[in-house]
């Protein structure tokens, strides 16, 4: 996992501050260092595991220029509302499915996590 990490972190995108790997279909590592976007996985939950760095997340309010970019899967600008988390390396988040939320990541930090998706049970 840490040379998965350490190319991530050679890899961030301007445009998206983050750097990603797919590990099987319903895990991605996620290399991050600056603020994400708004997004809503409408069928899918996120289990979230903070391995390294700190950052935070929003999670609920109203998701602020959204737009589907994929089946199930809206993205926004940022969000109206919500309530913000701090999360550090050690930590566990489970986000249901349907919820927004929005990462964020100061200026000269980063975070390394990996995400698992999940279909919850009805």
Do not use: C
Not at 46 to 69: A, C, H, Y
């Amino acid at each position: 996992m840490k040379e998965i990490d350490t190319g991530l972190s050679t890899r961030v995108s301007p445009q998206t501050n983050m750097a990603g790997e797919r590990l099987i279909a319903s895990a991605n590592v996620i290399y991050r260092a600056g603020d994400s976007g708004s997004e809503i996985h409408e069928k899918l939950a996120d289990l979230i595991f903070v391995r390294e760095g700190e950052g935070s997340i929003v999670v609920g309010g109203k998701l602020i220029g959204g737009q589907t970019t994929a089946p199930d899967e809206i993205r926004g600008d940022s969000l109206e509302g919500g309530t913000r988390y701090p999360v550090t390396a050690g930590d566990t988040i489970y986000i249901p499915a349907n919820m927004p939320h929005q990462f964020f990541v100061e200026k000269g930090k980063h975070w390394v996590i990996t995400i698992v998706k999940i279909t919850p049970k009805p």
